[in-house]
């Protein structure tokens, strides 16, 4: 890893508070994702993945949701380049020369589409997109099976039902057992939504600690998280404009980190709880990585935001197209997060997903 990510001490020690939270501590690997150019020998987010020259890329061949967007991956990533070079740059030209033969190379490949006619890309198999590529030896939370030391996750760039959300695919390998690497995988005409098409970024894990948000906690111990009572007799300088709602307190500051993760506690908030369980062995599932729209908001989450990034995020840097709080340039759901979950007892039983 060249550079270091570091989550700002919490406001408060919680178990000082609330000793009974102590038990339901959760390790978690806060994944930090900033733009770069990773390599396929590095943990990334949307960056090549070591994959072997022999093994058939992954199609998605599931009934797709057409939301009618209309560009290729290379489309996306064209339009974010040129707005932000034209954001530094009014003055520039509208294209520049690279732009102009990717430009001129889309509409070659979509004149051809057209020509071919139906069945149309969204009803054939899709080449999926590469999410996230992690190593053990960066994110030594993961338990993969057997030898494996590698975790690739990829995903269709269409909406699925139920949920509309797009279709993910989880491969753990090990690296040393892969030859020739596929040097130009395929990618899909088109996508159902810039969202879905992720910026390579390099990772810099963190390794933090985080308790369950209050809707995860047992009724007893959430009435306690939410009696103004508790917080003042602890004397640890809470706020007293959160006397009314000391949860949000709890919750915005001190429970699941936001942003982009391995492990820990989910962040609920677009529902109530909704526990998994694995359609082999019945057994309750656990959160392995958390996709998320944004690394922190502006709000309650501004506090999350590393050390290392405070100045830019207070900065104009946002507004030429590098938001150091979306450096993935990810969204799910309504800016939400898409959280994956294996089987603890074995991580090759089938996975599943949920959009919060």
């Avoid at 602890?234 to 006397?243: E, N, P, Q, T, W």
């Avoid at 369980?277 to 990585?289: A, E, I, K």
Wanted: aromatic fraction near 10%; hydrophobic fraction near 35%.
């Amino acid at each position: 890893m060249v550079f270091v990510r570091t989550t700002p001490r919490r406001p408060v020690d919680v178990t000082a508070v609330f000793p009974e939270l102590a038990p339901l501590a959760r390790p978690a690997i806060r994944l930090h994702p900033r733009p770069g150019s990773p390599s396929t020998g590095e943990s990334s987010v949307g960056g090549p993945l070591l994959w072997p020259a022999e093994e058939p890329w992954p199609h998605c061949e599931g009934t797709h949701v057409d939301s009618g967007f209309r560009e290729s991956p290379a489309e996306v990533r064209l339009t974010r380049r040129r707005v932000a070079r034209q954001l530094r740059d009014p003055h520039g030209p509208a294209f520049t020369p690279e732009e102009e033969a990717v430009k001129e190379r889309n509409a070659a490949m979509l004149a051809e589409r057209l020509d071919a006619g139906p069945p149309w890309p969204a009803e054939c198999p899709v080449p999926m997109l590469p999410v996230a590529q992690l190593y053990l030896r960066d994110i030594p939370l993961l338990r993969p099976p057997g030898q494996a030391d590698l975790l690739q996750v990829l995903w269709c760039p269409y909406d699925h039902d139920p949920g509309h959300k797009p279709s993910t695919a989880l491969f753990w390998r090990s690296a040393e057992e892969v030859g020739d690497v596929l040097a130009a995988p395929p990618e899909p005409y088109e996508v159902n939504w810039q969202g879905y098409v992720p910026e390579p970024c390099l990772l810099a894990p963190e390794a933090i600690t985080e308790y369950p948000n209050s809707l995860d906690l047992s009724p007893e111990m959430r009435l306690a998280v939410e009696d103004w009572s508790r917080w003042q007799a602890a004397d640890v300088g809470v706020d007293s404009s959160y006397a009314d709602y000391p949860a949000e307190f709890y919750n915005g500051n001190l429970a699941d980190s936001p942003g982009w993760k391995v492990g820990g506690w989910p962040p609920w908030g677009r529902t109530d709880p909704n526990p998994r369980y694995c359609g082999v062995c019945d057994v309750q599932m656990v959160p392995l990585l958390t996709i998320a729209s944004f690394e922190w908001d502006g709000g309650e989450l501004r506090g999350w935001a590393p050390y290392e990034d405070r100045a830019a995020d207070y900065t104009d840097s946002h507004y030429a197209g590098q938001d150091p709080a979306q450096p993935t340039k990810v969204e799910v759901g309504s800016t939400d997060n898409m959280q994956l979950y294996v089987c603890p007892t074995s991580p090759e039983h089938p996975h599943t997903d949920l959009i919060q």
